[in-house]
């Protein structure tokens, strides 16, 4: 957990620090390429573009207390794309298994075509 800066207590983009460079091609990260599409309590999650490989993380950035922890994972999803899968409804677990089912049919082609 990195401590927060005493200018800037409880800043999700104090975390940045923390991320600092790209999974994929280790270009430092800047702070206008992270961008806040959702906060709830003391979770902030942020999407952030590489400038240099336009490689897409989205981080979960916790601030608690006197510092700060954060968990990231590469997407291939825009901002926009997080933004709004956010907010969509969760498939439910019929949905799953309904797709697995129709995966292994001689169907599939002639669905996934409509
Ligand atoms: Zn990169």
Redesign the pocket.
């Known amino acids: 957990m990195l401590p927060i800066n005493k200018k800037q207590p409880g800043s999700w983009r104090e975390a940045l620090k923390i991320v600092g460079k790209?999974p994929?091609?280790?270009?430092e990260y800047k702070t206008e390429h992270a961008r806040l599409f959702a906060k709830k309590e003391s979770a902030n999650l942020v999407h952030i573009c590489?400038g240099?490989?336009?490689?897409s993380m989205l981080f979960m950035i916790m601030i608690m207390g006197q510092g700060l922890s954060s968990v990231g994972m590469v997407t291939d999803l825009s901002f926009e794309d997080a933004s709004r899968l956010y907010s969509a409804r969760e498939i439910t677990l019929d949905e799953v298994l309904e797709g697995h089912d129709l995966i292994n049919t001689d169907q599939f082609i002639f669905e996934v075509k409509k």
Request: net charge positive; charged share 10%.
């Open positions: 790209c994929i091609c280790s270009a590489c240099k490989c336009q490689s």
